[in-house]
């Protein structure tokens, strides 16, 4: 028991820290809105796919490639994005409200938190395991996100036509984590070796991504973003931390994942909003409001629920 708990503080715990480092430095006014700018620009262009391209490119096809998870990651993240668009739909009148209650619910900080968490659970296997993986979430995410908000976005302008299939294709093509995956494979398959110059300059770029992404988490923190709308950001808040990692966890434990593979799939469904839901929804016409309440709260939740969730699979012996 002692065991199993040590292991699930040590695998939030230094993430939830620096969150807090970053809540701090923005409350004494030592980080403002410049900084988190920037350094989202650099964790998202720059340090995320170099920490990638590095995974993928020091991994070799001997390590092999978990096809049973990325076809159960494909098929479930489809579900989850169908099943509640049609619950959305069906309860929510308001059809600003449904784009971001939907993408709030089914779209996780996956590369930000992921990496890390998967690092901290399972060591070098989990950056390899959640590095192959995440292509195919990231071009789901993306994808579905943009048709989402597409069709119950309040603008024509925004409508799901011609041209914006033609945009998003071009922002599957142009993800620099998809980038960065892409190009560390001819790496993995010819098992190219970098060289150690060019090894140890990617590792300390590589190195930036982690605490720079979390401490501009923490300082983008805004508590008065929960006012108005509290029952429908709450109900995609606990759909999102705790329902759909339930299931979707159960799910695979029952077609067979273990260990590493089982731990992406919980990182993977129960990992908070993604950040950028916000600044989506606000440029698509949806109530970039409530998907900004939601990525509160389902920050704030999930600090408790992937340590349960954590430390129920290993008392499990699941992991």
Same mark, same amino acid.
Not at 33 to 40: K, L, N, R, V, Y
Not at 150 to 162: E, Q
């Given at each position: 028991?002692? +065991?199993?708990?040590?292991? #699930? $503080?040590? &695998?939030? /715990?230094? %993430?939830?820290?620096?969150?807090?480092? =970053? @809540? !701090?430095?923005?409350?004494?006014?030592?980080?403002?809105?410049?900084?988190?700018?920037?350094?989202?620009?650099?964790?998202?262009?720059?340090?995320?796919?170099?920490?990638?391209?590095?995974?993928?490119?020091?991994?070799?096809?001997?390590?092999?490639?978990?096809?049973?998870?990325?076809?159960?990651?494909?098929?479930?993240?489809?579900? +989850?994005?169908?099943?509640? #668009? $049609?619950? &959305?739909? /069906?309860? %929510?009148?308001?059809?600003?409200?449904? =784009? @971001? !209650?939907?993408?709030?619910?089914?779209?996780?900080?996956?590369?930000?938190?992921?990496?890390?968490?998967?690092?901290?659970?399972?060591?070098?296997?989990?950056?390899?395991?959640?590095?192959?993986?995440?292509?195919?979430?990231?071009?789901?995410?993306?994808?579905?996100?943009?048709?989402?908000?597409?069709?119950?976005?309040?603008?024509?302008?925004?409508?799901?036509?011609?041209?914006?299939?033609?945009?998003?294709?071009?922002?599957?093509?142009?993800?620099?984590?998809?980038?960065?995956?892409?190009?560390?494979?001819?790496?993995?398959?010819?098992?190219?070796?970098?060289?150690?110059?060019?090894?140890?300059?990617?590792?300390?770029?590589?190195?930036?991504?982690?605490?720079?992404?979390?401490?501009?988490?923490?300082?983008?923190?805004?508590?008065?973003?929960?006012?108005?709308?509290?029952?429908?950001?709450?109900?995609?808040?606990?759909?999102?931390?705790?329902?759909?990692?339930?299931?979707?966890?159960?799910?695979?434990?029952?077609?067979?994942?273990?260990?590493?593979?089982?731990?992406?799939?919980?990182?993977?469904?129960?990992?908070?909003?993604?950040?950028?839901?916000?600044?989506?929804?606000?440029?698509?016409?949806?109530?970039?409001?409530?998907?900004?309440?939601?990525?509160?709260?389902?920050?704030?939740?999930?600090?408790?629920?992937?340590?349960?969730?954590?430390?129920?699979?290993?008392?499990?012996?699941?992991?």
């Amino acid at each position: 028991m002692l +065991s199993n708990l040590s292991y #699930s $503080v040590n &695998a939030v /715990l230094p %993430i939830f820290l620096l969150v807090v480092v =970053g @809540a !701090f430095l923005n409350k004494w006014g030592k980080v403002n809105a410049q900084f988190t700018e920037i350094a989202d620009w650099l964790v998202f262009k720059v340090g995320l796919p170099i920490m990638l391209f590095l995974e993928v490119a020091k991994s070799t096809v001997s390590d092999g490639l978990d096809m049973k998870l990325i076809v159960f990651l494909v098929i479930s993240v489809t579900c +989850s994005f169908f099943l509640v #668009s $049609v619950l &959305a739909a /069906l309860v %929510i009148r308001d059809r600003t409200k449904r =784009g @971001a !209650f939907i993408q709030g619910m089914c779209r996780s900080n996956f590369a930000i938190l992921g990496v890390p968490l998967a690092e901290n659970m399972f060591g070098p296997i989990g950056n390899q395991t959640i590095a192959i993986v995440m292509p195919f979430v990231i071009l789901m995410f993306n994808t579905y996100s943009v048709v989402i908000l597409s069709v119950f976005s309040n603008s024509s302008a925004h409508k799901l036509d011609r041209k914006a299939v033609h945009g998003i294709l071009k922002n599957i093509v142009t993800n620099p984590l998809i980038i960065g995956v892409l190009l560390g494979l001819p790496f993995m398959l010819f098992e190219i070796p970098l060289g150690t110059a060019m090894n140890k300059t990617l590792q300390y770029l590589s190195n930036l991504t982690t605490p720079l992404a979390l401490i501009s988490l923490g300082a983008n923190f805004r508590m008065d973003s929960l006012r108005g709308r509290i029952g429908y950001a709450l109900t995609a808040s606990v759909g999102k931390t705790i329902l759909l990692p339930a299931v979707m966890v159960t799910a695979a434990a029952l077609v067979g994942l273990r260990g590493p593979s089982l731990g992406v799939v919980l990182i993977c469904f129960g990992a908070p909003t993604a950040v950028s839901s916000y600044i989506m929804s606000k440029k698509m016409d949806n109530d970039h409001e409530l998907a900004a309440q939601i990525l509160l709260l389902t920050t704030m939740m999930c600090i408790i629920t992937i340590f349960i969730g954590i430390f129920i699979l290993k008392s499990l012996g699941l992991i």
